[in-house]
């Protein structure tokens, strides 16, 4: 009898370390957008000690592809899981990931080429300054982090190239980076969005919304204040893109982490990938 009470203490002792060293993830948070005119979901991650601290915490906003929503990271990306795995074997720091929606009433992370769906105005003006101050986290550069998967991989690029100055790293996965001329972009406007612009419109539109064109314009020194992860799987559909974006940082001796491994455009490859992108951000949260 007295054996079998102290075998239950361990277990309920196990059970109760796990649980500390467990992070929490909500998934159906919300905020009101003035920008949208909206109310805009979106999940966050909060580490095992967020709770039993007083401390703030650096930040990753993970972008989800098309076709998901604010939960893709949580219920295929098995972010918690990850996470929690991570930060316990001490490869990532604890820090706080956010996951927004970027489709609702329209797909993506961008102010819309039409004026009437500011998505991007709303994720710098509104999303972020809320969740900031919503979440004890930590709101210098050095401690703000970027990622996503395909187009949540093109936001992230495009993110951080519009603004390097609120980024220290950006992990692209599988990205798509962008119409590759502004013919391809006129034509999946018009075949993909039932969108019609005229041909100023979109020539004004395309250098600031392609990766390729945004890094021709800018400086070496703008380029290498944000640290570049980019991965992309060998039989991913968007591999030239991915390719011709790291021939470009090349050109202009850009440091930069370029990765292709066996895989395609799936999420066995982007669960793959999470564990290294953590890793690599939280490398530029602490002080080298």
Excluded at 33 to 41: E, H, P, V, W
Excluded at 126 to 152: D, H, N
Excluded at 256 to 279: A, C, M, N
Aim: proline fraction near 4%; hydrophobic fraction near 35%; aromatic fraction near 14%.
């Amino acid at each position: 009898m007295k054996r079998n009470v102290i075998l239950l203490c361990f277990y309920l002792l196990g059970n109760l370390l796990s649980v500390a060293q467990s992070g929490t993830v909500y998934d159906n948070e919300s905020h009101p957008s003035k920008i949208l005119k909206t109310d805009r979901n979106f999940a966050v991650y909060l580490p095992p000690d967020y709770d039993s601290s007083k401390r703030s915490y650096p930040v990753l906003y993970l972008l989800h592809g098309a076709g998901d929503d604010h939960t893709g990271w949580v219920q295929f990306g098995e972010v918690k899981r990850i996470a929690d795995a991570a930060i316990k074997d001490g490869t990532a720091t604890p820090m706080i990931i956010i996951m927004p929606d970027g489709y609702s009433k329209r797909l993506g992370y961008f102010n819309d080429i039409r004026g009437d769906w500011d998505f991007e105005d709303y994720f710098f003006k509104e999303f972020m300054p809320y969740v900031e101050k919503t979440y004890r986290i930590k709101s210098e550069k050095r401690y703000r982090a970027i990622s996503g998967l395909s187009m949540g991989g093109g936001g992230s690029f495009i993110y951080a190239l519009h603004h390097p100055e609120l980024f220290s790293s950006s992990c692209p996965l599988s990205a798509y980076v962008g119409p590759l001329t502004v013919e391809v972009m006129q034509y999946n406007l018009q075949n993909y969005r039932d969108t019609h612009v005229s041909d100023a419109i979109a020539k004004a539109y395309f250098p600031t919304h392609n990766a390729h064109s945004l890094i021709e314009g800018m400086s070496k020194t703008q380029l290498e204040s944000v640290r570049w992860y980019i991965d992309c799987g060998d039989d991913d559909f968007l591999y030239e893109g991915n390719s011709l974006v790291h021939l470009a940082l090349r050109k202009k001796e850009v440091k930069h982490e370029f990765r292709i491994r066996d895989g395609g455009h799936t999420w066995t490859y982007w669960r793959e990938s999470l564990p290294k992108v953590l890793q690599f951000v939280s490398d530029g949260f602490h002080q080298y």
